[in-house]
């Protein structure tokens, strides 16, 4: 649980540049990477340059959640999170970072995202949704999550214990599975070993590290 949520305002003009990121002339290629980043850590950037070296990506654009529908997040520490990422990927001028999710007041849904994304590029753009196999076995419980397969090509980062006969075959047709030595980070043990006053360097960039001592964060029981 997050202790102490700073206040981080994020003027229109930046919001809004990062949330419609228009093609500037020819087809690009966009990877979109969802999830709660809390906190981002080495294997979500490790994750993101193989996408973006083996799909020949132009950019990658973070989402941190808002009110995800099939999970629980804290609903304060949206923006903290949002800041998070942007020191974790700011060294790497091919990722951007988008509040799109987190300035909704409803929930938010991946089709939502995905269409305002595709509206506000050219027809040619081609969007790569990027999620780990854990996820991958639950897009069915997504909304529209048929028409969402049709509208993007969905890039799954399987774990090596992943067993892909778990996934619906409908679904497997559909989506493209990148089997790498994925590091085995999560955010959650870095929460707890914030919790417990252990080292976390080994699992996040020293920004984000540096943010979570500075501001206390994962520090409740």
Not at 31 to 46: R, V
């Amino acid at each position: 649980m997050v202790s102490e949520q700073p206040n981080h305002r994020i003027t229109s003009e930046q919001s809004e540049r990062n949330n419609l990121i228009t093609c500037d002339g020819g087809a690009l290629r966009i990877g979109i990477f969802g999830g709660a980043f809390n906190p981002p850590h080495k294997g979500h950037l490790f994750l993101a340059r193989k996408a973006k070296e083996l799909l020949k990506l132009d950019k990658i654009i973070f989402i941190p959640a808002g009110r995800a529908p099939h999970r629980r997040i804290e609903r304060d520490s949206s923006r903290t999170r949002y800041k998070m990422v942007s020191l974790a990927i700011k060294n790497y001028p091919y990722f951007k970072v988008s509040d799109i999710e987190i300035k909704r007041k409803s929930r938010s849904f991946t089709i939502e995202t995905v269409k305002k994304f595709k509206r506000n590029h050219s027809k040619n753009t081609k969007i790569y949704f990027i999620i780990g196999g854990d996820e991958a076995l639950k897009i069915q419980k997504w909304k529209e999550y048929r028409e969402l397969l049709k509208v993007c090509k969905f890039i799954v980062f399987p774990r090596k214990d992943f067993n892909l006969k778990s996934i619906d075959p409908w679904v497997k047709e559909r989506v493209k599975f990148l089997n790498l030595d994925v590091p085995d980070i999560s955010s959650s043990e870095i929460r707890s070993r914030t919790r417990f006053k252990k080292a976390i360097y080994r699992f996040v960039s020293p920004q984000v590290e540096r943010y979570i001592k500075e501001h206390k964060l994962y520090k409740g029981g």
